[in-house]
Protein backbone atom coordinates (compact mmCIF):
# COMPACT_ATOMS: atom_id res chain seq x y z
CA UNK A 1 0.00 0.00 0.00
CA UNK A 2 1.87 3.24 -1.32
CA UNK A 3 1.49 6.47 1.31
CA UNK A 4 -1.11 8.10 -0.46
CA UNK A 5 -3.05 5.26 0.16
CA UNK A 6 -2.18 5.00 3.72
CA UNK A 7 -3.20 8.36 4.38
CA UNK A 8 -6.27 7.98 3.02
CA UNK A 9 -6.57 5.12 5.28
CA UNK A 10 -5.79 6.90 8.05
CA UNK A 11 -8.32 9.42 7.65
CA UNK A 12 -10.88 6.54 7.27
CA UNK A 13 -10.32 5.23 10.31
CA UNK A 14 -10.20 8.57 12.12
CA UNK A 15 -13.50 9.61 10.76
CA UNK A 16 -14.84 5.71 11.56
CA UNK A 17 -13.98 5.65 14.97
CA UNK A 18 -15.16 9.36 15.83
CA UNK A 19 -18.34 8.42 14.43
CA UNK A 20 -18.34 5.24 16.62
CA UNK A 21 -17.23 7.51 19.52
CA UNK A 22 -20.57 9.96 18.43
CA UNK A 23 -23.10 6.82 18.76
CA UNK A 24 -22.28 5.90 22.11
CA UNK A 25 -22.70 9.65 23.53
CA UNK A 26 -25.72 10.63 20.89
CA UNK A 27 -27.58 8.26 18.80
CA UNK A 28 -27.30 6.33 15.56
CA UNK A 29 -29.42 9.28 14.18
CA UNK A 30 -27.43 12.43 15.06
CA UNK A 31 -26.00 14.63 12.67
CA UNK A 32 -22.63 14.82 13.61
CA UNK A 33 -22.47 10.69 12.96
CA UNK A 34 -24.04 11.00 9.50
CA UNK A 35 -21.58 13.66 8.91
CA UNK A 36 -18.37 11.73 9.72
CA UNK A 37 -20.22 8.29 7.97
CA UNK A 38 -20.42 10.61 4.77
CA UNK A 39 -16.80 11.80 5.22
CA UNK A 40 -15.63 8.27 5.84
CA UNK A 41 -17.35 6.89 3.08
CA UNK A 42 -15.53 9.10 0.25
CA UNK A 43 -12.26 8.06 1.85
CA UNK A 44 -13.65 4.72 1.61
CA UNK A 45 -14.96 4.77 -2.08
CA UNK A 46 -11.22 6.35 -2.79
CA UNK A 47 -9.45 3.48 -1.48
CA UNK A 48 -12.02 0.93 -2.81
CA UNK A 49 -11.26 3.29 -6.44
CA UNK A 50 -7.81 1.35 -7.22
CA UNK A 51 -8.75 -2.35 -5.34
CA UNK A 52 -12.25 -4.73 -5.01
CA UNK A 53 -11.55 -4.79 -1.29
CA UNK A 54 -10.07 -3.71 2.12
CA UNK A 55 -9.39 -6.50 4.59
CA UNK A 56 -8.81 -5.47 8.54
CA UNK A 57 -6.99 -8.27 10.27
CA UNK A 58 -7.00 -8.10 13.98
CA UNK A 59 -3.44 -10.01 15.14
CA UNK A 60 -2.94 -9.92 18.80
CA UNK A 61 -3.00 -5.50 19.02
CA UNK A 62 -2.00 -5.30 15.91
CA UNK A 63 -4.12 -4.08 13.17
CA UNK A 64 -3.22 -5.13 9.46
CA UNK A 65 -5.15 -4.10 6.59
CA UNK A 66 -4.70 -5.03 3.53
CA UNK A 67 -1.16 -7.82 4.43
CA UNK A 68 0.01 -4.09 5.64
CA UNK A 69 0.78 -3.72 9.31
CA UNK A 70 -0.28 -0.30 10.23
CA UNK A 71 1.71 2.39 12.38
CA UNK A 72 0.49 3.28 15.68
CA UNK A 73 -2.14 6.24 15.97
CA UNK A 74 -4.81 7.04 18.66
CA UNK A 75 -7.72 6.38 16.21
CA UNK A 76 -6.36 2.76 15.08
CA UNK A 77 -5.90 2.18 18.77
CA UNK A 78 -9.85 2.91 19.50
CA UNK A 79 -10.68 0.87 16.31
CA UNK A 80 -8.91 -2.03 17.84
CA UNK A 81 -10.77 -1.77 20.79
CA UNK A 82 -14.05 -1.64 19.77
CA UNK A 83 -13.06 -4.58 17.30
CA UNK A 84 -11.97 -6.55 20.23
CA UNK A 85 -15.10 -5.71 22.39
CA UNK A 86 -17.06 -7.22 19.75
CA UNK A 87 -14.82 -10.06 19.40
CA UNK A 88 -14.23 -9.49 15.46
CA UNK A 89 -11.06 -10.52 14.27
CA UNK A 90 -11.33 -9.72 10.49
CA UNK A 91 -13.39 -7.27 8.93
CA UNK A 92 -13.82 -7.00 4.96
CA UNK A 93 -15.19 -4.00 2.96
CA UNK A 94 -15.67 -4.31 -0.48
CA UNK A 95 -16.63 -1.95 -3.46
CA UNK A 96 -20.09 -0.68 -3.58
CA UNK A 97 -20.49 -0.18 -0.18
CA UNK A 98 -23.72 2.30 0.68
CA UNK A 99 -24.15 4.80 3.39
CA UNK A 100 -27.28 2.68 5.06
CA UNK A 101 -23.94 -0.29 5.16
CA UNK A 102 -21.56 2.39 6.47
CA UNK A 103 -24.14 3.52 9.18
CA UNK A 104 -24.89 -0.67 10.33
CA UNK A 105 -21.08 -1.20 10.31
CA UNK A 106 -20.88 1.91 13.04
CA UNK A 107 -23.40 0.89 14.80
CA UNK A 108 -22.00 -3.13 15.19
CA UNK A 109 -18.78 -1.09 16.33
CA UNK A 110 -20.17 1.06 18.76
CA UNK A 111 -22.50 -1.59 20.47
CA UNK A 112 -19.57 -4.15 20.63
CA UNK A 113 -21.97 -7.15 19.95
CA UNK A 114 -23.64 -5.98 23.52
CA UNK A 115 -26.67 -7.51 22.47
CA UNK A 116 -25.61 -10.87 21.99
CA UNK A 117 -26.93 -11.04 18.48
CA UNK A 118 -24.75 -12.66 15.73
CA UNK A 119 -22.99 -9.77 13.51
CA UNK A 120 -25.19 -9.38 10.46
CA UNK A 121 -23.14 -9.14 7.33
CA UNK A 122 -24.17 -7.44 4.35
CA UNK A 123 -23.57 -7.72 0.58
CA UNK A 124 -20.29 -5.41 0.78
CA UNK A 125 -19.13 -5.76 4.64
CA UNK A 126 -18.56 -9.31 6.36
CA UNK A 127 -17.21 -10.06 9.51
CA UNK A 128 -14.95 -12.53 11.02
CA UNK A 129 -15.93 -13.21 14.30
CA UNK A 130 -13.38 -14.96 17.15
CA UNK A 131 -14.61 -16.43 20.02
CA UNK A 132 -12.34 -17.65 22.92
CA UNK A 133 -12.83 -21.10 24.26
CA UNK A 134 -11.28 -23.60 26.81
CA UNK A 135 -9.98 -26.76 25.98
CA UNK A 136 -12.19 -29.20 26.45
CA UNK A 137 -10.29 -31.00 28.95
CA UNK A 138 -10.07 -27.21 31.19
CA UNK A 139 -14.04 -27.07 30.96
CA UNK A 140 -14.56 -28.92 34.28
CA UNK A 141 -17.90 -27.45 34.64
CA UNK A 142 -20.48 -29.50 32.86
CA UNK A 143 -23.34 -26.80 32.78
CA UNK A 144 -21.09 -24.28 31.44
CA UNK A 145 -22.68 -23.45 28.00
CA UNK A 146 -20.27 -24.87 25.25
CA UNK A 147 -18.82 -21.86 23.15
CA UNK A 148 -20.45 -21.06 19.61
CA UNK A 149 -18.31 -22.30 16.81
CA UNK A 150 -17.67 -20.25 13.85
CA UNK A 151 -19.78 -20.30 10.67
CA UNK A 152 -18.33 -21.69 7.77
CA UNK A 153 -18.47 -18.50 6.43
CA UNK A 154 -16.26 -17.51 8.73
CA UNK A 155 -14.15 -19.81 8.69
CA UNK A 156 -11.80 -18.58 5.68
CA UNK A 157 -11.36 -15.18 6.87
CA UNK A 158 -10.36 -16.33 10.33
CA UNK A 159 -8.12 -18.83 8.87
CA UNK A 160 -6.15 -15.71 7.08
CA UNK A 161 -5.62 -14.22 10.71
CA UNK A 162 -4.48 -17.49 12.19
CA UNK A 163 -2.10 -17.99 9.62
CA UNK A 164 -0.19 -14.82 9.24
CA UNK A 165 0.23 -15.25 13.19
CA UNK A 166 1.12 -18.25 12.52
CA UNK A 167 3.82 -17.75 9.76
CA UNK A 168 4.83 -14.80 11.34
CA UNK A 169 5.64 -16.49 14.51
CA UNK A 170 7.65 -19.67 12.42
CA UNK A 171 9.73 -17.65 10.57
CA UNK A 172 11.41 -15.84 13.34
CA UNK A 173 11.78 -19.64 15.19
CA UNK A 174 8.93 -18.64 17.95
CA UNK A 175 6.82 -21.05 20.16
CA UNK A 176 3.75 -21.58 18.18
CA UNK A 177 -0.15 -20.82 19.48
CA UNK A 178 -1.98 -23.34 18.17
CA UNK A 179 -5.13 -21.97 20.02
CA UNK A 180 -6.48 -20.61 17.08
CA UNK A 181 -5.94 -23.55 14.56
CA UNK A 182 -7.70 -25.97 17.50
CA UNK A 183 -10.64 -23.62 17.01
CA UNK A 184 -10.68 -24.10 13.15
CA UNK A 185 -10.32 -27.52 13.16
CA UNK A 186 -13.13 -27.85 16.02
CA UNK A 187 -15.12 -25.64 13.47
CA UNK A 188 -14.57 -27.74 10.87
CA UNK A 189 -15.30 -31.16 12.63
CA UNK A 190 -18.90 -29.80 13.57
CA UNK A 191 -19.46 -28.45 10.47
CA UNK A 192 -18.75 -32.49 9.06
CA UNK A 193 -20.48 -33.99 11.56
CA UNK A 194 -23.79 -32.39 10.22
CA UNK A 195 -23.38 -34.20 7.31
CA UNK A 196 -24.33 -38.10 6.13
CA UNK A 197 -21.58 -37.59 3.28
CA UNK A 198 -18.46 -35.56 4.84
CA UNK A 199 -17.37 -33.83 1.25
CA UNK A 200 -20.61 -32.23 1.01
CA UNK A 201 -19.24 -29.97 3.93
CA UNK A 202 -16.99 -28.49 1.36
CA UNK A 203 -19.59 -26.96 -0.92
CA UNK A 204 -20.09 -23.93 0.91
CA UNK A 205 -16.32 -23.52 1.36
CA UNK A 206 -15.32 -24.18 -1.98
CA UNK A 207 -16.98 -20.83 -3.27
CA UNK A 208 -14.32 -18.78 -1.50
CA UNK A 209 -11.98 -17.10 -3.38
CA UNK A 210 -8.23 -18.49 -3.57
CA UNK A 211 -7.21 -16.22 -0.94
CA UNK A 212 -8.99 -17.17 1.88
CA UNK A 213 -9.67 -20.65 0.66
CA UNK A 214 -5.91 -21.40 1.38
CA UNK A 215 -4.28 -25.07 0.43
CA UNK A 216 -3.68 -25.82 4.08
CA UNK A 217 -7.53 -25.76 4.53
CA UNK A 218 -7.69 -27.16 1.58
CA UNK A 219 -6.03 -30.39 2.76
CA UNK A 220 -7.70 -30.38 6.07
CA UNK A 221 -10.76 -30.59 4.42
CA UNK A 222 -10.41 -33.36 2.51
CA UNK A 223 -8.44 -35.13 5.53
CA UNK A 224 -11.05 -34.53 7.58
CA UNK A 225 -13.85 -35.84 4.62
CA UNK A 226 -11.58 -39.15 3.88
CA UNK A 227 -11.28 -39.53 7.53
CA UNK A 228 -15.14 -39.29 8.47
CA UNK A 229 -15.80 -41.36 5.53
CA UNK A 230 -13.46 -44.38 7.27
CA UNK A 231 -15.41 -43.85 10.45
CA UNK A 232 -12.77 -41.88 12.52
CA UNK A 233 -14.13 -39.83 15.01
CA UNK A 234 -13.08 -38.20 18.53
CA UNK A 235 -9.66 -36.91 19.43
CA UNK A 236 -8.29 -38.62 16.15
CA UNK A 237 -10.35 -36.91 13.90
CA UNK A 238 -9.35 -33.56 15.79
CA UNK A 239 -5.61 -34.31 15.77
CA UNK A 240 -6.11 -35.45 11.91
CA UNK A 241 -7.23 -31.68 11.34
CA UNK A 242 -4.45 -30.07 13.37
CA UNK A 243 -1.99 -32.07 11.31
CA UNK A 244 -3.19 -31.39 7.89
CA UNK A 245 -3.11 -27.34 8.67
CA UNK A 246 0.54 -28.01 10.01
CA UNK A 247 1.69 -30.21 7.48
CA UNK A 248 3.77 -27.67 5.27
CA UNK A 249 4.99 -25.83 7.98
CA UNK A 250 8.58 -26.51 6.77
CA UNK A 251 8.03 -24.51 3.50
CA UNK A 252 8.35 -21.62 5.75
CA UNK A 253 12.20 -22.61 6.30
CA UNK A 254 12.60 -22.56 2.27
CA UNK A 255 13.96 -19.24 0.86
CA UNK A 256 10.94 -17.65 -0.63
CA UNK A 257 13.20 -17.53 -3.94
CA UNK A 258 13.22 -20.80 -4.19
CA UNK A 259 9.46 -21.56 -3.89
CA UNK A 260 8.35 -19.06 -6.40
CA UNK A 261 11.05 -19.79 -8.90
CA UNK A 262 9.37 -20.44 -12.66
CA UNK A 263 11.80 -22.46 -14.00
CA UNK A 264 13.63 -25.79 -13.07
CA UNK A 265 15.58 -25.91 -10.00
CA UNK A 266 19.13 -26.47 -9.14
CA UNK A 267 20.27 -29.39 -7.28
CA UNK A 268 21.22 -27.34 -4.78
CA UNK A 269 17.54 -25.43 -4.66
CA UNK A 270 16.11 -28.95 -5.00
CA UNK A 271 17.81 -30.04 -1.77
CA UNK A 272 16.43 -27.33 -0.06
CA UNK A 273 12.70 -28.41 -1.26
CA UNK A 274 13.41 -31.97 0.16
CA UNK A 275 14.41 -30.95 3.28
CA UNK A 276 11.33 -29.05 4.23
CA UNK A 277 9.87 -31.91 5.77
CA UNK A 278 12.37 -32.86 8.18
CA UNK A 279 12.52 -29.06 9.51
CA UNK A 280 9.09 -29.20 9.55
CA UNK A 281 8.77 -32.02 12.01
CA UNK A 282 11.69 -30.40 13.89
CA UNK A 283 10.04 -27.14 14.34
CA UNK A 284 7.10 -29.23 15.41
CA UNK A 285 8.65 -31.63 17.87
CA UNK A 286 10.12 -28.14 20.03
CA UNK A 287 6.41 -26.66 19.96
CA UNK A 288 4.01 -27.30 23.04
CA UNK A 289 0.94 -28.06 22.57
CA UNK A 290 1.64 -29.89 18.94
CA UNK A 291 -0.10 -33.19 18.30
CA UNK A 292 2.55 -35.80 17.69
CA UNK A 293 0.53 -36.87 14.68
CA UNK A 294 1.02 -33.47 13.41
CA UNK A 295 5.17 -33.74 13.53
CA UNK A 296 4.79 -37.52 11.94
CA UNK A 297 2.72 -36.23 8.79
CA UNK A 298 4.82 -33.12 8.32
CA UNK A 299 7.69 -35.56 8.09
CA UNK A 300 5.92 -38.23 6.16
CA UNK A 301 3.73 -36.40 3.34
CA UNK A 302 6.08 -36.46 1.03
CA UNK A 303 7.03 -40.30 1.04
CA UNK A 304 4.90 -42.82 -1.36
CA UNK A 305 3.32 -45.62 -1.07
CA UNK A 306 5.78 -47.69 -2.55
CA UNK A 307 8.55 -46.51 -0.74
CA UNK A 308 10.21 -43.93 -2.69
CA UNK A 309 9.56 -40.06 -2.22
CA UNK A 310 11.28 -38.02 0.68
CA UNK A 311 12.93 -38.04 3.15
CA UNK A 312 14.27 -40.92 2.60
CA UNK A 313 14.14 -43.42 5.76
CA UNK A 314 14.90 -46.73 6.47
CA UNK A 315 13.49 -49.82 4.14
CA UNK A 316 11.08 -51.07 6.27
CA UNK A 317 9.68 -47.46 6.97
CA UNK A 318 5.64 -47.27 7.19
CA UNK A 319 3.99 -44.27 7.38
CA UNK A 320 1.21 -43.22 9.07
CA UNK A 321 -2.60 -43.26 8.03
CA UNK A 322 -2.74 -39.57 8.08
CA UNK A 323 0.49 -38.73 6.07
CA UNK A 324 -1.02 -41.33 3.11
CA UNK A 325 -4.47 -38.97 3.34
CA UNK A 326 -2.47 -36.28 3.47
CA UNK A 327 -0.42 -37.18 0.21
CA UNK A 328 -3.79 -37.68 -1.86
CA UNK A 329 -5.39 -34.71 -0.63
CA UNK A 330 -2.27 -32.71 -1.15
CA UNK A 331 -2.15 -34.36 -4.54
CA UNK A 332 -5.23 -33.82 -5.71
CA UNK A 333 -5.40 -30.12 -4.66
CA UNK A 334 -2.45 -29.48 -6.42
CA UNK A 335 -4.08 -30.93 -9.63
CA UNK A 336 -8.03 -29.23 -8.83
CA UNK A 337 -6.44 -25.76 -7.75
CA UNK A 338 -6.80 -22.54 -10.17
CA UNK A 339 -3.17 -21.04 -10.48
CA UNK A 340 -1.80 -18.22 -12.01
CA UNK A 341 0.29 -19.72 -14.24
CA UNK A 342 -2.02 -22.81 -15.57
CA UNK A 343 -6.11 -23.74 -14.95
CA UNK A 344 -6.85 -26.59 -12.47
CA UNK A 345 -8.12 -29.92 -13.80
CA UNK A 346 -11.42 -31.39 -13.71
CA UNK A 347 -12.58 -34.05 -11.35
CA UNK A 348 -12.43 -36.53 -14.17
CA UNK A 349 -9.37 -35.50 -15.28
CA UNK A 350 -8.25 -35.53 -11.87
CA UNK A 351 -9.33 -39.09 -11.20
CA UNK A 352 -7.68 -40.54 -14.24
CA UNK A 353 -4.27 -39.46 -12.77
CA UNK A 354 -4.79 -39.97 -9.61
CA UNK A 355 -5.49 -43.89 -10.43
CA UNK A 356 -2.38 -43.98 -12.40
CA UNK A 357 -0.53 -43.41 -9.24
CA UNK A 358 -2.87 -45.86 -7.05
CA UNK A 359 -0.35 -48.50 -6.03
CA UNK A 360 2.71 -46.89 -6.57
CA UNK A 361 2.80 -43.12 -5.36
CA UNK A 362 -0.77 -42.75 -3.63
CA UNK A 363 -2.11 -45.37 -1.38
CA UNK A 364 -4.17 -47.50 -3.99
CA UNK A 365 -7.10 -48.32 -1.62
CA UNK A 366 -7.54 -44.98 0.11
CA UNK A 367 -7.21 -43.30 -3.40
CA UNK A 368 -10.13 -45.12 -4.51
CA UNK A 369 -12.33 -44.58 -1.24
CA UNK A 370 -11.52 -41.41 -1.57
CA UNK A 371 -12.30 -40.66 -6.22
CA UNK A 372 -15.47 -42.89 -5.07
CA UNK A 373 -16.56 -40.41 -1.99
CA UNK A 374 -15.86 -37.29 -4.60
CA UNK A 375 -18.02 -39.11 -7.52
CA UNK A 376 -20.92 -39.02 -5.08
CA UNK A 377 -20.59 -35.52 -4.39
CA UNK A 378 -19.74 -34.26 -7.96
CA UNK A 379 -21.88 -36.49 -10.05
CA UNK A 380 -18.98 -36.88 -11.92
CA UNK A 381 -18.56 -40.45 -14.29
CA UNK A 382 -16.00 -42.92 -13.05
CA UNK A 383 -12.48 -42.36 -14.69
CA UNK A 384 -11.10 -45.94 -15.97
CA UNK A 385 -9.01 -48.00 -14.08
CA UNK A 386 -7.18 -49.85 -16.95
Not at 300 to 307: L, S, T
Amino acid sequence: MNSAALQELQAFIRHLTTAIANVSLYSLEHRQVALLCGRAGKNLRRLLAERTELCFMLIDNQLVVDETPLEYSLAQERLIKALKQGGIGHLQLSAGIDRQELLELVATLAHGGRSGEPFAASEHVRYGRVEVRLARAEQNDDSAEPAPRLSLEDIGVTEIANFHELYRAARQRKKLNVTGLDHIVASFVEAFSSHSNPLLALAPLRGMDEYTYTHSTNVCLLNLAQARSLGIEGRLLHEIGIASMLHDIGKLFVPVEVLRKPGKLDDREWELIKDHPRKGAEYLLNTPGVPRLAVLTAFEHHMRYDGSGYPVTKQDWQPHLCSHMTSISDFYDALRSHRSYCAGLSLEQTGAIMLEQAGSGLHPQLTRNFLQALRQKEGAPEPSDA
